[in-house]
């Protein structure tokens, strides 16, 4: 029996161009239904915002480890109303603090972890011709762009610049915000819809376009952490829009929602009728943005997973506890978000609940990094660039996930809350965690998406200064919080006699910041360089065994040369007895 | 290229596309809705005062417009019945019937809303006030999506019925799933705001 693995890309191209004739620029890159395309679209417009986002953190560093220190040039470049004579005003320092996490979590990562490499790798790797709904596609990246551009536009907003309260919005504070805040809400309205027209498509998308034999237990983990992720937007992203319409209503209608009786404002007794509630935002905000942590990592944990089986050459180990542990942690993340919220003197008992539920929720996490690290044993590893990114991903996610097991039980959580403890925690999960994972999967998958591959040695280079800056960056972090210092403090703690001993961490950590920057040059060089003068490469250059191999690279519109069906499980490498060690899900016996 | 299952149902799982969207859509809409109820419920029970609905909000009207709401699911599954029996002169008159029916409510929703407003009674007067606005505020823009839909499938959109009466079918079929979604909100609306 012929094998359906060698797909010559040539023929597809000339049989393609026969039956459509060509659509033009517009039709083709800015509106186009096709899931490769809208995926493209996604992950350089996340990768343009992230190296936004980390510019505005660049410059909070500066003030963070020099507080109150003048850069002229930069006071000339952003004005005198953000840094007048380069000296940074408290108010543009809080818009910095707010769009840096906004711009990270909803216009940078996620974009990037489910639209983009969602979109271009899922229906790929399930065989499917395209989403679904192609036109819903584009629409939910168009409305991610607005929302994009809503929120960038806010930073020009002549009073008051963007959004000042922080990512999270607290009322009052947000309620009383300058109008940078209602710039934020419907640019919120904008990514959630965005996201809720995507998550849809996904799911029917994996449910429905399954190849013939891809059952669910053949489907690769990138695919089950996509669907899983596919649910928690669905089904948290609905309570924010709530909470973002109430806020909405408080700071356009004059509502009380989110606003207490008697509260004063500048010395003055607010206007409001009063009588709400501040913390109803605290739950409904968090009930989003907890599963939305799981959000973030769980197409990282996909991607690792991937990149590990097919670098190791060995089935990865325990694939259905993977399965069923992914299962667990989406349904367990609806039910842990007020640990964000120890503090707020909810109660002891609400308290004890969240944090039993939390430490449930570690059970599934650890089964999954167990698993790859279980994984690597045995395994006869190519350390390729992709491979150096998930392994990297283990350990900086292990410290990211043991160093959040204090904040998660409510009595060490009270010395520890909103320190810069909590920071370098979280930035351990997304940073050097999800983030490593992302660009093992642009290494993995850049030359499906061109045919052809990243530089090898610009890539190493690449990695291993991202590896040790990140950690220059983010580890003294944990030494400033246990110090005790706050994390909201426009100085770095400057001027609190007790954070003296502890300030030198905050120099070195903005020069760990800085270093970082200068540690993506290689990998910028390398994504555009590669476009031209990668070296051309087949349908399948990492010997994988998943179905997006089985297409052309890069995949034609429609993506498969004929119909692919799937006959085995998604890691059979090494299989004893095989003539090669890799054995494609989409090769017949 | 074509998208399999958008019309034909696929064997394992025994739906096409659309069905599974849709579900998937109001599944989402649940917890949009959920999360306004259950803020609702904690505003007012840690309020030192809330009113009776009945007080402020005008009941026979709000009866009226459940009367309405009702109807109008009713003839959107007779106009979906008549399609399947491929009645489409039928399904027309009764598409037509739901749109008319949905701009009666919103007829009647404007002279609530006006009174309110000549009464003084705005969002910043009180949280019962300004929830009434916000729920019944997005579910009127609900409607109006309904509508809108609705009206798409009796007019333009029923070209595809000459080509391909089946998807035409499938469409009406997931628009009426909505439209019941919407009605089903303001059966839960009605007695939370004006009775309870």
Redesign the interface.
Known sequence: MATTKTAPGHDVHAAHAGHHEEPGFFKKYVFSTDHKVIGIQYAVTGLLFLLFGFSLMMLMRWQLAYPGQAVGWLGKLLGDNRMPGGVMLPEFYNELGAMHGTIMVFLGVVPLAVGGFGNFVLPLQIGA??????KINMMSYQCYFLGGVTMLGSFFIPAGGAAQSGWTSYPPLANIAGSGQTWWLIGMIFLITSS?LG???F??TT???RAPGLTFMRFPIFVWAQFVTSFLL??????L???G??QL?DRV?????FMP?GLVVSGQVAA??G???PL?WQ??FW?LAHPEVYVLILPGMGIVAEVIANNTRKPLWGYRSMVYALGFLGFMSFIVWAHHMFMTGMGTVMSTFFQTTTMIISIPSVVILTALILSLWGGSIRFTTPMLFALGFLPMFGIGGLTGLPLGLSVTDIPLHDTYYVIGHFHYVVAPGTLFALMAGIYYWYPKATGRMMNDFLGKLHFWGSFVFMNVLFMPMFFLGLAGVSRRLYDGGASYQFAQPALHYNVISSWGAWMLAVAQIPFIINFFMSLKTGRKVGPNPWDATTLEWAAPSPPP??NFEHPPEAYRGPYEYSVPGHGSDFQPQFERA | MEIPYTVETREDTGLNNGKIGIWLFLASEVMLFGALFASYILLRVGASEWPRGHTILNVPLATFNTVVLITSSVTMVMAWASLMRRKFGVFRVYQALTVLLGGVFLVVKYFEYSAKFHHGLLPHTSNFIAIYFTLTGLHMIHVIGGMAVNAYLWGPGAKLYKTNPEWFTNRVENAGLFWHFVDLVWIFLFPTLYLL
């Open positions: 011709p395209d989403m679904a709904f192609p809720l998550s849809i498509n799911i029917v449910i429905q376009l669905l089904l948290a992203f609905p309570p829009e709530a909470a319409v109430l209503m209608g004059g509502s009380s929602f009786s409001n009728a009588g709400g509630n109803l739950h409904l009930f519109h429609g």
